[in-house]
């Protein structure tokens, strides 16, 4: 009792701010007590504000308070220090505030290296991708030169073909039409010649015996209408307006293609990018029976999960999950891919592994997140965190029941994401995948559900 009561003491005569025992107590005006230079620091931050408050009750003084040191209760910590202190601590280890600061302070500096470490790798991927992205730029200039040039090579020839057609038509009818003027030339020769002699023999007095003997004229040389080359032209303009309907059609894929190139979105910085960018890449996932703890039952064509109290009459399988309710994908996952998960309960895990991560046995490690072989967002009433190979990671953004998952396998990204009106950055992983990814769910108590939404 003696030593709960000491430990009030020192809760009492301890500074808000430095949460150590007061040096040089002062008071402030609405009756806290504060260490004089935590005061006086803390006002000098916010002397912009030319407002100044006590960090317990948030009461603001204009203009600053004069501090002045309080006696009494200097003496009261000093005679703590000396007596209640010592019985406090008596036969327990002490850590001095110092020491526990300078702890805090490699832990800082430890998570600080570690994301160094994690933007020098990120800018050596960006690196690989710049070089990435010009390799394939020049790639598709050179070959869609190369097509290009087939195409205007295959219309000179065509234009060629046309040419030749044409003029070998031509010469094959200049040819003709000259044979039948040369036979009518011929002709109108025999007609004057013949209307010569009719003209002379008009004159003899036996025209009967001349009719009757002179024989009548040949049938004249049939002239068809005359078909000129004008159903070429109309021909080949139809050739043309085809092919430029189908270039209008398609050449909207073509550019298409080009703006679609997007190769920072596995930055970490991507909740930058709308939601209907993500969908671009989204996958339809369906899980598979043959992984599901007896447990968990499936329902909404397989996209849906539930913990259940009764066992489920699946079938033995050697990939069946027998401690966790945990169940993966049928479908696996790699190259760019987006799916969101719709989840309600207590917790859930949302995550992808591989297909070989062990599912069988007692220990934690056979819980997504709790090995090297899958990686979760754990999800619950309180807030998210992010789980790999059993290490933790508070995460911090706003909560939600969907969550959105985009993964860029050939990148090493997996990135999760709370998604309402607006979609928000959770986590990112950079990492190598050294095999294809499955979805996964993995939940902790009955009546928990998710669903693989579908996304239009």
């Not at 939600?400 to 990112?428: I, K, Q």
Request: charged fraction near 25%; include cysteine; hydrophobic fraction near 30%.
């Amino acid at each position: 009792m003696a030593q709960k009561g000491v430990q009030l003491d020192r809760e009492t005569f301890s500074c808000s701010i430095c949460l150590d025992l007061l040096k040089d107590p002062v008071t402030t005006p609405c009756g806290h007590s504060y260490c004089m230079n935590c005061i006086k620091t803390h006002w000098d931050e916010e002397e912009e504000k030319q407002l100044h408050s006590c960090p317990q009750c948030r009461q603001t003084f204009t203009p600053r308070p004069v501090l002045l040191k309080n006696t009494m209760l200097a003496v009261l910590v000093e005679e703590l220090k000396n007596t209640g202190l010592q019985a406090e601590h008596k036969g327990h280890d002490t850590v001095s505030a110092a020491a526990e600061r300078q702890r805090e302070l490699e832990v800082s500096r430890l998570s600080i290296q570690q994301r160094i470490q994690d933007r020098e790798k990120y800018v050596k991927l960006l690196q690989q991708e710049a070089e990435a992205v010009n390799r394939s730029a020049d790639e598709a200039v050179k070959d869609s030169k190369k097509i290009f040039a087939e195409l205007i090579r295959l219309m000179e020839k065509r234009s060629v073909d046309v040419k030749q057609q044409v003029r070998s038509q031509q010469k094959s009818e200049v040819s003709r039409v000259k044979e039948l003027q040369e036979k009518l030339e011929q002709e109108i020769s025999e007609l004057k010649r013949k209307d010569a002699e009719l003209q002379k023999l008009s004159h003899t007095e036996d025209l009967n015996r001349f009719l009757h003997n002179y024989p009548s004229l040949s049938p004249l040389v049939d002239i068809r209408p005359l078909s000129y080359f004008e159903d070429v032209t109309a021909a080949v303009s139809e050739v043309r307006d085809k092919l430029q309907d189908v270039l209008r059609e398609k050449w909207t894929n073509v550019s298409l293609a080009v703006t679609e190139v997007d190769v920072l979105l596995s930055h970490p910085q991507a909740e930058a990018k709308t939601r209907a960018g993500f969908l671009r890449y989204s996958r339809e996932i369906k899980l598979d029976p043959n992984t599901a703890h007896t447990k968990v039952l499936l329902s909404e064509g397989n996209r849906k999960a539930t913990v259940t109290s009764e066992q489920q009459s699946y079938s033995s399988q050697p990939d069946r999950f027998t401690r966790y309710c945990q169940v993966l994908s049928r479908e696996s996952l790699t190259g760019r891919c987006y799916w969101e998960v719709e989840w309600r309960g207590r917790r859930v895990y949302v995550a992808v592994a591989y297909k070989n991560m062990s599912k069988t046995g007692s220990s934690n490690k056979y819980r997504f997140g709790s090995n090297d072989n899958s990686w979760a967002l754990r999800c619950d009433t309180n807030g998210s965190t992010f789980w790999h190979n059993d290490v933790q990671t508070p995460v911090s953004g706003p909560r939600s029941s969907r969550v959105g998952v985009y993964l860029d396998h050939s990148a090493g990204t997996l990135s999760f994401y709370s998604v309402s009106e607006t979609m928000t950055l959770l986590h990112t992983v950079q990492t190598t995948f050294t095999q294809p990814l499955y979805a996964g769910l993995c939940f902790y108590c009955f009546a928990d559900a998710a669903e693989f939404c579908k996304l239009k």
